[in-house]
């Protein structure tokens, strides 16, 4: 049972010292190549979403240098790494949880700006303009460093005996500091980059579908055959399909390691608490919780390709270096996107009549809109 035991460890740890290393090596290019593909090319996106997704992709991309590179990655590879000394210890945290909290609120942000956006006539007109969109990202990021100002003080550098090769040596550790306020500090974090966020993220997305779902029944018999019945249902189908993706996708990524760090800081919260004593099964569960966290910082790239079919025409274009493709007037194309890009398009001349037909729905829903 023992050396069952001591196999599953040594298990573990390889996977976590493969899995870490290969996030950065897939997740920084990726989240660089998005800010590259949403600011550059056109993806059917509106100026204001341009601006939050690009946005999220930068603060992404500092999270996997911060948590996952620099402390992670490290941690499994290196016996000695830098952050175990002063001042870095505090510096490190204050970055990492900067960049978590940065990331949480664009999305939380973003949700609730597109449920606005397609509810009310005046919060289109006032949350579609870019400057505004802009200052809003640029308060997220200083307000959230801001807040992660404390939490450079929950960790203190501390000696630790360790068995290096058999010897025992005495080496500089950076450690969580059993006190009062670092345990009221780690509570506030973990339920403002958490649990808030994903409450919030649900509520929204939920509104948002039952909205669209309300605003498509207000069509009449004949509105439908206009607007081709069939594809209209198609359209919110993908639309609805779009937001589960995004909200599931945040929620079943971040959802864990909430629960398991309230556990790790309520039952389990001592100085004398071996967190690297993978034979507690809430270790286990901490660590494959982490995994997953750190996860949801690497997936957008992946969501815009299964979501947006511009985004994927795009992507061809680049990787095969051919020129812009002609703009195709198709559903997919038209609709995919339209929560992350709900703007007033004037309507440009075009033979192609499938065009033509979407024109008039996209007047046709702001006029409902305006009704309800």
Sequence with gaps: MEGASVIFVTIFVTVQKIYYPLLCIVGIPANLFTFYMICFRKCGMSNTAIVYLSCLAIVDTFYLVWVILIDLTLTFWLLQ????????????????????????????????ERYLVLRSTAARQNFSQARVTKLTCVAIVLVSHLVSVPLGWINTVTQVNLTVDGENVTLPRCRYRDEAYSTVIVWITTFLSGGIPIVLVIIFNYLIGYHLCRASNLFTEEERRVMHGRSTRGMLRRTILLLGTVSVTFVVLSLPRFVTYCILRTKYNNE?????????????????????????????????CMVSQRFRRELVQVVTCKAKARELGSVLTHTTMKVFSVTDHKASPSSDPVTVVLTDLKQTVEHTMIRL
């Design 272 to 304: 004398n608490f071996n967190r690297n004593n993978y034979s507690i099964p809430i270790n286990v569960a901490g660590d494959l919780a982490n995994m997953l966290q750190n996860l949801n910082s690497t997936t957008n790239f992946l969501l815009y």
């Design 81 to 112: 790494p830098f952050w175990h000394s002063h001042p870095w210890c505090g510096i490190l945290g204050f970055l990492q949880y900067g960049s978590l909290y940065s990331s949480s609120w664009i999305v939380v942000v973003f949700t609730i």
